[in-house]
T-cell receptor, first 110, second 113 residues
Framework: DGGITQSPKYLFRKEGQNVTLSCEQN?????MYWYRQDPGQGLRLIYY???????QKGDIAEGYSVSREKKESFPLTVTSAQKNPTAFYLC?????????FGQGTRLTVV | DQQVKQNSPSLSVQEGRISILNCDYT??????FLWYKKYPAEGPTFLIS?????DKNEDGRFTVFLNKSAKHLSLHIVPSQPGDSAVYFC????????????FGAGTQVVVTP
């Protein structure tokens, strides 16, 4: 069935390491997004892509990178330059009206 | 600069009563508004939306009201049920940049028996 798959659900990273979060969709949507959620804050946009091989920075792109080589996939790399990487990360796609979200990945830096 | 604000971080309501969640926005270019519901450790799920050409949209127990002049919208849940206990996010976007949803900080709703 159609949906958005984020993996893994929980991820631990040592300080100074890069880590890549996976997002796969089979909804055939062109647009994909990465959001970050911190306690007491709304979802903040990190990066988005409206078409394959193209992506744009969102409001908090520093310390992150993305790629969009396939329509189905939009991986997010959290680099060592991201000062506060511990958060809940959400991937979304855009349909005709609303956005659809994956189940999220909780990243913890140890 | 937070463009979408939910000023009530939490709301407690008795089962069967009405829950009213409020949301204010500052960007006059916003013309599409959505409400999402989120359980812990899960992604948000879409509840209901409204475009700026309407002032009310209803879907079952959920009704969203939009007051463009006040830049305010609200979500009414009637009657509230225990399964409604969750965090509710208000989101807004301009139709020409549509997927760039701006989210509020969320309101935690607790429905008590």
């Amino acid at each position: 069935d159609g949906g958005i798959t984020q993996s893994p659900k929980y991820l631990f990273r040592k300080e100074g390491q890069n880590v890549t979060l996976s997002c796969e969709q089979n909804l055939n949507h062109d647009a994909m997004y990465w959001y970050r959620q911190d306690p007491g804050q709304g979802l903040r946009l990190i990066y988005y892509s409206q078409i394959v091989n193209d992506f744009q920075k969102g409001d908090i792109a520093e310390g992150y990178s993305v790629s969009r080589e396939k329509k189905e996939s939009f991986p997010l790399t959290v680099t060592s330059a991201q000062k506060n990487p511990t958060a809940f990360y959400l991937c979304a796609t855009r349909g005709n009206t609303e956005a659809f979200f994956g189940q999220g990945t909780r990243l913890t830096v140890v | 600069d937070q463009q979408v604000k939910q000023n009530s971080p939490s709301l407690s309501v008795q089962e069967g009563r009405i829950s009213i969640l409020n949301c204010d926005y500052t960007n006059s270019m916003f013309d599409y508004f959505l409400w999402y519901k989120k359980y812990p450790a899960e992604g948000p799920t879409f509840l209901i939306s409204i475009s700026s050409i309407k002032d009310k949209n209803e879907d079952g127990r959920f009704t969203v009201f939009l007051n463009k002049s006040a830049k305010h919208l609200s979500l009414h849940i009637v009657p509230s049920q225990p399964g409604d206990s969750a965090v509710y996010f208000c989101a807004a976007s301009a139709l020409d940049s549509w997927g760039k949803l701006q989210f509020g900080a969320g309101t935690q709703v607790v429905v008590t028996p």
